[in-house]
């Protein structure tokens, strides 16, 4: 039995396959058994290859799974001082490790939701068009069982950010497959943190979805760091829907783990708002991170600012395929997209594949990319200023990856995220 066939055949096991959501995990695990693992054939995939993950024989979490707890001191490292904290433990959210006492927004457990909202809750979070003709979306939506729906009310402006926190400490190879929503409601603000840590060297594979809704005037910053043990692969998929007027953000910091593939899409369902994307890989010996991005415009008057850089050593490879989609309806559209590529090995790889595909005659829209290694005069003259060859190449890459880091706006991740930089550049 081959890891599809295994995971289907743990459907049989799931404890809610029959709940509210039964009609929709059925069609969802069809679809993922139709298709099966993609491939080097699929356009989307032309570059990242998934054999290593399926040759690995990872059992697919089930909420079965006994609880495992933690010690407040396993948080340390990887809490975001100021923070509002969710906590996930082996794929289990824990409100005892978690620190939500507020009143700007409110958490509740994703089956709670599911079962409190009923038919209009699934019409709203679980019927979304975009999401379909993913693989392990589909994947996801069939086994869904842990995470969290975080809603701001409307006007409501949350002072700190929340830190998602997923915490992994197992003895055999595990799939998770947490499911977060965010709902941030007219004129109001919020800015999130995500994490994924694992704790031991058993291999875990994290298929993560999250669906992010902002309403009119609204303002999202949603910032994802993935420094992740060697151990550990992750495939993320986020949906961002904006409503007219509004502003969210994403910043993917991708430092660790063996795979990592993001898929954000962002969806315009309004005009005059703004969709801003920006991402930094630090990669060495044999990791392999892919981002995939597509910014659909369907309304006019919109702006999208896309900034993707990556310093790559060793074996290492990094992929960006960006997409800008103008619709016809979407005139005097402003859409930017830039990757720069920063080679420090003759082995290491860089893919890049920017596109536009444009259907309207009066917008700006722009796309570029480099390639290259880092300038043997700068080099020099640093050498001759009495800094070291290792330092040198360090500070001329920590400029080069500044102007990601600059736009972070939250002070304590920035601090957090410059010192894990100026550690993989100085190793």
Known sequence: MNLKEKWEASFEHFPYKDDILKNIRKEALLFFATNGFPHKKVEAWKYT??????ATDYNLWLPTEAKKVLSPETLLPYWVEGCHLLVFVNGFFSAEMSNTDTEDFTVTP?????HQGGEAFLKQYFNADTEKGDVFTALNTAFT??????SVPKGKVVSKPIQLLYLTDVAKPTCFQPRNIVAVAENAQLKVIEMHQTLSDTPVLTNAVTEVFVAENAILDYYKLQNDALAASLIDNTYISQ???SHASVHTFSFGGTLTRNNLNFYHQGEHLESTLKGLSIL???????HYTLVDHAHPNCESHQDYKSIVSDTATNVFNGKIMVHPIAQKTNAYQQNDNILLSDRATVYTKPQLEIFADDVKCSHGCTVGSLNPESLFYLQTRGIGKKEASALLT???ANTVLESVTIP????YIDKIIAEKLLS
């Open 398 to 400: 920590y400029a080069f």
């Open 412 to 415: 304590a991740l920035s601090s």
């Open 110 to 114: 994703l089956l709670e939701a599911l």
């Open 243 to 245: 409503k007219a007027n």
């Open 145 to 150: 069982a842990e995470g969290v729906v975080i």
């Open 49 to 54: 290859s998934l054999a290593e993950v399926q």
């Open 284 to 290: 060495k010996e044999q990791q392999h991170t892919d």
